[in-house]
């Protein structure tokens, strides 16, 4: 019963920290989407800017990496991205989890992740309006593919310093341990060997 207690308190633990890594990854990058499209707009009544895109979505992306920035109408259905088509699974996104992020749900808000159908991740929207007129939404994910590449790299170089550290700690312990016991071991045999080195004929007993 306490084996099973403690599995479910330390996956809740996990649940719960993992909920508050994306709830900061999406605040930070909260406002993403809206500077974007703040930048110039990417569709209006002539249709959607391809090369404004290119240059604003280029533009993000160097500043931080992690970013995917796709357009989408205003039924979630995308319109354009910067990525292999391979690479792009989904042609709509839930545009109801973009609702629920712009009316300011609590975070984190997840949404889809077009480049892994059936996964949720955290993103930032911004919807794309001219003269009032609402065109469709720039969805920037923030904790895609990209990001958990990195997170992974970094993961991997953790561990893998972790385990240097453990092992030259093991080896410093069995060092030490080692010591510890020949201290011990020999200890009698040099009393002994003083005992024998000072006996006089004539003493009753090596001195114990």
């Known amino acids: 019963m306490t084996a099973v207690l403690g599995a479910i308190l330390i996956?809740?633990?996990?649940?719960?920290a993992r909920q508050a890594e994306l709830a900061a990854l999406q605040g930070?990058?909260?406002?993403?989407?809206?500077?974007?499209?703040?930048?110039?707009?990417?569709i209006d009544s002539a249709g959607l800017h391809e090369?404004?895109?290119?240059?604003?979505?280029?533009?993000?992306?160097?500043?931080?990496?992690?970013?995917?920035?796709?357009?989408?109408?205003t039924r979630g259905r995308i319109l354009s991205h910067r990525f292999d088509p391979a690479e792009v699974q989904l042609e709509h996104i839930d545009i109801n989890a973009v609702g629920a992020f712009l009316d300011g749900t609590g975070l984190p808000?997840?949404?889809d992740d077009p480049q892994r159908p059936g996964?949720?991740?955290?993103?930032?929207?911004?919807?794309?309006?001219?003269?009032?007129?609402?065109?469709?939404?720039?969805?920037?994910?923030?904790?895609?593919q990209v990001y958990n590449t990195m997170k992974q790299e970094a993961r991997a170089l953790y561990d893998q310093n972790l385990y240097l550290y453990l092992a030259a700690a093991a080896?410093?312990?069995a060092v030490l341990v080692a010591a510890v016991l020949a201290f011990i071991l020999t200890r009698p045999l040099a009393r002994l060997r003083d005992d024998?080195?000072?006996?006089?004929?004539g003493e009753q007993s090596l001195r114990r």
């Open 171 to 173: 080896i410093a312990g």
């Open 119 to 144: 996964e949720k991740t955290v993103f930032s929207a911004s919807p794309i309006e001219e003269n009032g007129h609402r065109y469709g939404y720039v969805y920037a994910v923030v904790g895609g």
């Open 196 to 201: 024998i080195r000072h006996y006089q004929p």
């Open 11 to 16: 996956s809740l633990s996990q649940h719960m």
């Open 28 to 42: 930070i990058n909260r406002s993403t989407a809206m500077y974007i499209t703040q930048q110039a707009p990417l």
């Open 51 to 73: 090369q404004r895109l290119t240059e604003l979505a280029g533009r993000a992306m160097v500043i931080n990496p992690a970013l995917e920035i796709y357009v989408t109408d």
């Open 109 to 111: 808000a997840l949404g």
